[in-house]
């Protein structure tokens, strides 16, 4: 209940300074009618330290907030929920966020994912970036393992995410530029095939991933 009335209340003033700062727009809300009392799965692409925002920000409003789809749960790693080093403002804020740590667990995706697993299954809605750092270059790289487990654990639906122009914004190359087109593309939900392997299913998001942020770039033209 925290992490709700926690981001229902930064909702408009990020939204507006995203709308002051940058050309924001998002596209397809009218696909997560229906997802409003169910577990899901959102997954983008990364490639700035404002995605988290973005995202958020996205959300289709009930009122005069999102209040149907927060508190969005964002998978962070260990290093920016350490309350004791120079991370510290960050991981306040992922606390307060009710973020969801995922574990380095050499490849054991189980043990990675279990306390997202937990979650899922408690009926919240989870948003993580399947490929696990930020891109150097600005292009979509592969995914982990990680949407398409939980999904096979908990049978959420994945909502794919593609987002453009964010590289621009505040990546690890790039410094702000002001007025930048940053769109946020929000596709159908989606199932993946029975019986696929992990890094099958993690191929099918990125594609759908990488699908939607080419789509914003047409629109940006």
């Known amino acids: 209940m925290t992490a709700k009335v926690f981001q229902m209340l930064c909702y408009w ?3 507006l300074l995203l709308k002051c700062l940058v ?9 997560l009618c ?8 959102f997954v983008s692409n990364h ?12 959300m289709p409003r009930n009122g005069l907030v999102p209040r149907k789809f927060y508190p969005l749960r964002f998978l962070v790693t260990n290093r920016f929920m350490r309350l004791w080093d120079i991370r510290m403002p960050v991981a306040i804020f992922t606390h307060l966020n009710a973020s969801i740590k995922v574990r380095r667990a050499g490849g054991d995706v189980a043990l990675a994912m279990r306390e997202a697993v937990e979650v899922l299954r408690s009926g919240a809605k989870v948003w993580m970036f399947p490929e696990g750092k930020f891109t150097l270059d600005g292009k979509i790289g592969r995914g982990k393992r990680g949407a398409p487990y939980l999904h096979r654990e908990t049978g ?10 964010h590289f621009d914004v505040l990546s690890e190359r790039h410094i702000y530029k002001l007025g930048v087109k940053v769109r946020v593309n929000i596709g159908r939900p989606m199932c993946l095939p029975v019986g696929i392997s992990l890094e099958e299913g993690s191929a099918i ?17």
């Not at 490639?47 to 996205?58: E, I, Q, R, V």
């Not at 699908?211 to 047409?218: G, H, P, Q, V």
Request: charged letters at 20%; a negative charge; one cysteine or more.
């Open 34 to 41: 229906g997802l409003e009392n169910r577990p899901v799965i």
């Open 205 to 221: 998001i990125m594609d759908k991933i990488r699908s939607l942020a080419e789509t914003n770039t047409d629109l940006n033209k």
């Open 156 to 165: 959420a639906f994945i909502v794919p995410v593609g987002i453009s122009g």
């Open 23 to 31: 050309n924001y727009r998002v596209e397809g809300q009218e696909n």
């Open 47 to 58: 490639a700035s330290w404002l995605d988290g925002f973005l995202c958020a920000m996205a």
């Open 13 to 15: 003033p990020i939204y």
